[in-house]
């Protein structure tokens, strides 16, 4: 396995496939100017709330973390929000170093991370623009960040270089705003698109020389406590529509969906560092 990719290598077809598809995904500009506010934005709570149903819950991807890690070994946890990915691999993990662009996300996974007594650090950047300023790590870790990574090649190729041990993605099987599709159309009426899926990053990895193992797995909507009035999850997905608040009591109803509402199909992926 190699860990080619890195910047300047050309893209190859599967690459090129990747980024035209996430592209299909832009917001149409007559919304976005018309959003109260930005889309991209994130809601800590919501990210320290999954972070901590993150740690007393047992996933396929805290398993081939867990078993690529030694006692009082390190995690690089790239786009670590609040520390979904890393906090639950402690013990055996003793070290965290999290990466984000989001320093509101930064400053939760930190609280969290002192909260339980791990040795971490925070730096706000985006990956691999940082990935000089990072240490390897016996494992790295990179949960829900592939679908905002148009150019994956140099991305995961940077994840290979700062693990020692095994790098561990895991990501939704297909487009992670796909179950709001529904949303879109009847807020909107726009139809959304329903590419790209994991099989592309399958296919990018192999094309940079990356044969990753994958399994696959069914997860609760992360969105389920929505039906239950979560004002935080209802707020979040309010944002990412580009609607006014007082479209919240319409979209509260919106939310009990069945197919919003049903478990997400996930995939673990995972293959050797090269750090």
Same mark, same amino acid.
């Given at each position: 396995? *190699? *860990? ?14 990747? !980024? ?64 979904? !990915? ?26 969290l991370a002192s909260a339980r007594g791990v040795n971490h650090r925070a730096l706000l950047g985006s990956w691999p623009a940082v990935a000089a300023q990072v240490e390897p790590a016996d494992v790295c870790v990179c949960h829900h960040v592939v679908y905002n990574v148009a150019d994956l090649g140099p991305f995961v190729g ?68 929505? !039906? ?7 707020? *979040? ?39």
């Open positions: 396995m *190699s *860990s080619e990719g890195g910047p300047g290598a050309p893209a190859g077809p599967a690459a090129g496939r990747w !980024a035209e598809e996430l592209a299909g995904w832009a917001i149409p500009p007559h919304i976005l100017d018309a959003a109260p506010v930005s889309p991209w934005e994130f809601s800590a709570a919501v990210f320290a709330g999954a972070a901590e149903q993150a740690i007393v819950t047992e996933t396929p991807s805290q398993a081939r973390a867990i078993e690529a890690l030694r006692d009082g070994g390190s995690v690089l946890d790239v786009g670590v929000g609040a520390g979904a !990915a890393s906090l639950p691999l402690v013990p055996p993990a003793a070290t965290i170093t999290g990466v984000d662009s989001s320093q509101a996300l930064l400053d939760a996974f930190a609280q940077a994840l290979t270089s700062k693990a020692r041990q095994r790098v561990v993605v895991e990501l939704t099987a297909s487009h992670p705003q796909s179950n709001l599709n529904d949303l879109w159309w009847h807020f909107h009426h726009i139809e959304r698109p329903s590419g790209p899926t994991a099989d592309g990053v399958i296919a990018v990895l192999a094309e940079v020389g990356i044969g990753a193992l994958a399994e696959r797995w069914t997860s609760p909507s992360s969105h389920v406590k929505a !039906a239950n009035a979560n004002q935080h999850v209802i707020a *979040s997905v309010r944002r990412r529509l580009c609607l006014p608040p007082e479209r919240e009591p319409e979209l509260a109803e919106r939310l009990d969906g069945a197919h919003f509402m049903a478990p997400r199909e996930m995939v673990t992926l995972w293959w050797p560092g090269s750090a």
